[in-house]
């Protein structure tokens, strides 16, 4: 059954051993971005997809599985394929745009930037 696809886009595994390992790398690799503190999601975007004014207040890691995205930002542009990674800065807003040929798989991992303690030991501010 090669090349068959879930409804959702995704390839079927099936009993294929490099799909199967494939899928184990994935997991892995979303297990351990949520062990760093990241909220992961798997995306699927079709090829001249564009998604535009990207802004988020996390930092945000866009991570490539399969296909080739331009990610462009106001100071510089990027192409990704598969296994290249990109971090955008909170704040930073981006476009990511899938090339022709194929779609693209890919991971995006948000993670908030943790607001420090208040120093219990500190002095009480004036009133």
């Not at 995306?43 to 996390?58: K, M, V, W, Y």
């Not at 399969?66 to 981006?94: C, F, H, K, M, T």
Request: some cysteine; hydrophobic content about 35%.
């Amino acid at each position: 059954m090669a090349g068959a696809r879930a409804p959702d886009g995704e390839p079927v595994i099936g009993e294929d051993p490099r799909l199967e390992s494939l899928r184990r790398s994935i997991e892995k690799t979303e297990s351990d971005l949520c062990d760093l503190g990241y909220h992961v999601e798997r995306c699927i975007t079709h090829p001249g997809t564009r998604l535009s004014n990207q802004i988020f207040d996390e930092k945000t890691l866009i991570l490539v599985l399969l296909g080739r995205v331009r990610v462009q930002s106001n100071e510089e542009s990027a192409i990704l394929g598969p296994g290249d990674r990109l971090d955008v800065p909170p704040g930073v807003p981006y476009i990511l745009e899938v090339e022709e040929g194929a779609p693209a798989y890919w991971l995006h991992a948000l993670l908030k930037e943790e607001t420090p303690e208040p120093d219990a030991s500190a002095p009480p501010l004036p009133s």
